[in-house]
């Protein structure tokens, strides 16, 4: 199909310094969880967003020195000359799709707790980071930098600059951002110092414009220079001079960078999740550089929609548009626009799953895009799939997340796929879940594979049809998927943090029974050892429906998982703007005469609370009733031509939406396949130059 004229715009080259970007599609710096440990499957993930039409394809933070040294979160590093081939990798895999390869060099100085290198961190004033996330918590202070560490940082961000070059990046980045070092000197609360590097705005930003000068010296003119900058802090400040700090900030800098790339400042607001934070999130922050500086501005905000896209590039905001989470939901968003197909995008949910992938340090996972980080080692690509390996039929039972995934990658192998669905609708736990506040944006999830498997001829989806074991044994079919999903039990918790003792009396609900419309009366307690977003968000739900709601839980925080998807912050303004009392370190014991009683986790004193509903939100049990009915009638199976009855989603192992996305279609790459190729290949670091 042909391009919408109204996107043409966003296919326009950009010139950027000495390099010209194919078009405004950038994607931005984002860690994915691969280090240089893991060199194939981080060029070949990059690689296939260049494949996919990015005109520019970023690294995550890159250290330049063992003194910035995040483990155990997964960062890349090019301390010395031994790391440029890892980095090679990927630039020579960039540039085989005409994308421009660019990489962020980092050094972390007071955020880092260098707990592998065991070097004391520094920081502009030896000002601590008294960070609440367990992640970046530490317990060792940075110490303050001199005149010769400031020397030093600047010949090594020139050094990388200069291995940067030599691995081939055409954008070599000089990142202020997030709370990392020369953020740290942009900031008085960091920054103390009396020198020429504190003080005055002039002073604070003296050394991002050093960074900037020897990375251009470094560099030779052969690639742009960029500046990642945070800009939500400084636009809060006022100035004598301009409108805020940060307008002053930008005024000094204008055109020292070849290219503004600007961003907020905690993961939270930068990388908000969608229950929160709408596209575009950030204009308000960072709308104004562009009529400072005369160089091209990246920016960020979950952008999906090309009309918004194009919108941000013809009101002035943005010359490109920067994507993490969208490039990492669909790496050929740009292709699909190009093609016309942009209702074939597979639009991030801005459910923040990616982000916790880097908080746990694992290769990242999306929940729309099960093929993220299985590019190289498992060889799945995320617009091709090999052919059916067998004329197979295939009764996928269930339509939720897990189920409907597995029938379209069934489906566009070329197999004759039935989907049975006992509702009346499909879509499983998602018809109730994306009707809960903030959640109508996960809807995306469901309505992506509707379209897309609506234009399958050889998938049939029937709906409002249950099915017994004996039904599926006279329908005859190859294989039998079951995707019946989990139900939420009426658990208790003990105090070996396990569910423990059932709660079966009247007035006592789950979040199965709310979604089947059970009448719950004030005041409700919801209680909540589920930890992800189900306990806060009911509550939320329950509370603006006029119920008077606590919320109990025996974690230390409300949504205590939320931490690892960016959500917890807001789910605590949630709460509390919704008036929701907020009880932590509390299990409930026992629920009579209109009353919980809560016990302290560590101390177990007691407290009563009045109830007249309790939600419990915590454990689930998997559906699968239905695959121990058939897998108990071996020969029967036989008889009737079924070789496999295999769990998936849910009905194998309750989890989140990406697990049950990922499961469903790891059966459908894997069905027919050789059981030698069926685990991952496993990457390992490049041997070093000098010991080849
Ligand atoms: C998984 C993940 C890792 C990220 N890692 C980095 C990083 O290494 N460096 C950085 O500057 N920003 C990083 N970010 C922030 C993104 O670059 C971006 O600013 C943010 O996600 C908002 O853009 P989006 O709405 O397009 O996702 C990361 C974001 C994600 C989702
Ligand atoms: S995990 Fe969620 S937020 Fe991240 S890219 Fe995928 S859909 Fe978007």
């Known amino acids: ?4 004229p109204r996107y043409d715009i966003l296919f326009e080259p950009v010139r950027i310094g000495p390099v010209t970007a194919r078009n405004r599609f950038y994607a931005v710096p984002h860690a994915a969880g691969m280090t240089n440990a893991m060199p194939h499957m981080r060029a070949k993930f990059r690689e296939t967003k260049a494949e996919g039409g990015w005109g520019v394809v970023c690294t995550g933070y890159v250290s330049i020195d063992p003194s910035s040294d995040d483990a155990p979160l997964p960062f890349a590093t090019l301390w010395d000359d031994d790391d440029i081939r890892s980095h090679a990798l990927m630039t020579e895999a960039v540039h085989r799709h005409g994308a421009l390869a660019g990489i962020e060099l980092w050094h972390g100085g007071g955020s880092v707790m260098n707990r592998a290198s065991r070097i004391a961190p520094m920081s502009p004033s030896g000002t601590s980071w008294m960070a609440t996330h367990v992640n970046f918590m530490g317990n060792q202070r940075p110490r303050l930098m001199n005149a010769d560490d400031i020397r030093s940082l600047l010949k090594w961000q020139g050094e990388a600059a200069r291995r940067a070059r030599q691995a081939g990046f055409d954008i070599v980045y000089v990142y202020a951002g997030m709370g990392y070092l020369p953020y740290e000197f942009l900031l008085p609360e960091w920054n103390q110092r009396t020198d020429a590097y504190g003080g005055s705005v002039g002073n604070r930003v003296r050394i991002v414009r050093e960074l900037l000068e020897v990375t251009h010296e470094a560099v030779g003119g052969k690639c742009a220079v960029a500046l990642r900058i945070s800009l939500e802090e400084l636009r809060s400040r006022p100035s004598d001079r301009a409108p805020s700090e ?51 501005v990246v920016g960020v905000g979950r952008f999906t929609s090309p009309d918004t896209m194009a919108g941000q590039i013809r009101r002035g905001v943005l010359d490109l548009i920067g994507a993490a989470r969208p490039s990492i939901a669909d790496p050929f968003l740009p292709n699909k626009i190009d093609q016309g197909c942009e209702q074939d995008i597979r639009e991030c949910i801005g459910c923040n799953i990616c982000i916790s992938s880097w908080h746990d340090s694992v290769p990242v996972r999306c929940t729309q895009n099960p093929t993220i980080g299985e590019e190289w080692r498992r060889g799945w690509h995320p617009e091709r ?58 809807g995306r999830v469901l309505d992506w594979r509707r379209g897309q498997l609506e234009r399958l001829n050889n998938v049939d989806v029937y709906r409002g049809n249950r099915l017994s074991a004996q039904d599926i044994l006279e329908l005859g079919n190859t294989h039998v998927v079951i995707a019946t999903g989990s139900r939420w039990q009426r658990l208790l918790y003990s105090p070996l943090e396990v569910p423990a003792g059932h709660l079966e009396s009247a007035g006592v609900f789950t979040p199965d029974d709310v979604a089947a419309g059970a009448r719950i009366e004030s005041p409700v307690v919801v209680y909540d050892f589920d930890n992800y977003y189900m306990g806060s968000v009911l509550a939320e739900a329950l509370a603006r429906a006029g119920n008077r709601v606590s919320y109990v839980t025996p974690a230390g925080h409300a949504s205590a998982w939320g931490i690892m998807s960016n959500e917890q912050p807001q789910v605590h303004r949630a709460l509390f703007a919704a008036g929701i009392a907020l009880h932590t370190l509390s299990r409930v014991t026992t629920f009579e005469r209109g009353a919980v009683t809560l016990a302290n986790q560590f101390t177990s004193a007691e407290t009563r609370l009045e109830c007249a509903a309790l939600v419990i939100v915590g454990a689930r049990l998997a559906n699968d009733a239905l695959h121990a009915a058939l897998i108990a009638r071996p020969e029967e199976l036989v008889r009737a031509g079924i070789k496999s009855v295999t769990r998936i989603g849910d009905a194998l192992a309750p989890g989140a939406i990406v697990h049950a996305v990922y499961s469903g279609h790891r059966y459908a790459r894997e069905l027919d396949a050789d059981p030698a190729t069926l685990t991952y290949r496993r990457d390992a670091p490049l041997p070093a130059m000098r010991s080849m």
């Not at 993961?267 to 104004?288: K, Q, V």
């Not at 029938?407 to 566009?412: M, W």
Request: net charge negative; charged share 20%.
């Open 385 to 442: 799939i090999a052919p059916a390996g067998s004329a197979s039929s295939v009764l996928v039972v269930g339509a939720g997340p897990a189920g409907l995934e597995c029938a379209l990658a069934l489906g566009r192998r070329g197999y004759q796929v039935s989907v049975a669905e006992a509702g009346e609708d499909i879509g499983g736990r998602l018809r109730f879940e994306t009707r809960l506040p903030g959640l109508s944006g996960w």
């Open 1 to 4: 199909m042909a391009r919408n």
């Open 246 to 296: 940060a307008h002053e900030v930008v005024a000094l800098l204008a055109d020292v960078p070849d290219l503004w790339d600007v961003k907020l400042d905690s993961s939270p607001t930068d990388c908000p999740p969608s229950r929160f934070a709408p596209e575009g999130s950030h204009e308000p922050i960072i709308g104004f550089v562009k009529k400072i500086t005369a160089r091209p």
